[in-house]
T-cell receptor, first 116, second 117 residues
Framework: EAGVTQFPSHSVIEKGQTVTLRCDPI?????LYWYRRVMGKEIKFLLH????????ESGMPNNRFLAERTGGTYSTLKVQPAELEDSGVYFC??????????????FGEGSWLTVV | KNQVEQSPQSLIILEGKNCTLQ??????????LRWYKQDTGRGPVSLTI?????NTKSNGRYTATLDADTKQSSLHITASQLSDSASYIC????????????????FGQGTELSVKP
């Protein structure tokens, strides 16, 4: 079974440009999450989809970030326009329905974004 | 403020030795506590998940403990191997499980473990 896959694995863009990151969750996982780690900091939560709906987007830093999950399958995270401080690793993760005891959250390998 | 703190920041041990990593948290509401292993350049991989009612959980040579009263957790690694070299991250779920918010994770900075031959 394929794990969580992310594309691109690495991206270098200039300040002011747009980048779109894609995440394919594990098949059958309704929950999809985006997290990111900026240089020297811990990983932080960005948002959570349940199927195609945004369950929680309290971690999104500002309106330059737009996440979508049309059809409830793969998700995209667009940064427009990119700023230097957006550089970091963007992780996508997915999980099955949580039955109250804590479900395993599976992470992708991350998309490394460098804004120059 | 929700926070997860880990110690030590880094640790070097010899192959075959045991070690214990520490985690203190101030997170509310508390749903569960997770330990993840992250190899360099890879995504985090789940080791254990514990709810507030669980005191200990094992996964092979990894044993996690949780004291919900003092808000402390530890990860004990037994008979370390070279492949154990990685960052170990303590993660607490801050959301309400009732509302399916378990994925709102608060991450620690990680403990960088290096196992030497």
């Amino acid at each position: 079974e394929a794990g969580v896959t992310q594309f691109p694995s690495h991206s270098v863009i200039e300040k002011g440009q747009t980048v779109t990151l894609r995440c394919d969750p594990i098949s059958g996982h309704d929950n999809l999450y985006w997290y990111r780690r900026v240089m020297g900091k811990e990983i932080k939560f960005l948002l959570h989809f349940v199927k195609e709906s945004k369950q929680d987007e309290s971690g999104m830093p500002n309106n330059r970030f737009l996440a979508e999950r049309t059809g409830g399958t793969y998700s995209t995270l667009k940064v427009q326009p990119a700023e230097l401080e957006d550089s970091g690793v963007y992780f996508c993760a997915s999980s099955q329905e949580d039955r109250g005891s804590g479900n395993t959250i599976y992470f992708g390998e991350g998309s490394w974004l460098t804004v120059v | 403020k929700n926070q997860v703190e880990q110690s030590p920041q880094s640790l070097i041990i010899l192959e075959g030795k045991n070690c214990t990593l520490q985690c203190n948290y101030t997170v509310s509401p508390f749903s569960n506590l997770r330990w993840y292993k992250q190899d360099t350049g890879r995504g985090p991989v789940s080791l254990t998940i514990m709810t507030f009612s669980e005191n200990t959980k094992s996964n092979g040579r990894y044993t996690a403990t949780l004291d919900a009263d003092t808000k402390q957790s530890s990860l004990h690694i037994t008979a370390s191997q070279l492949s154990d070299s990685a960052s170990y991250i303590c993660v607490v779920s801050a959301g309400s499980m009732i509302y399916n918010q378990g994925g709102k994770l608060i991450f620690g900075q990680g403990t960088e473990l290096s196992v030497k031959p």
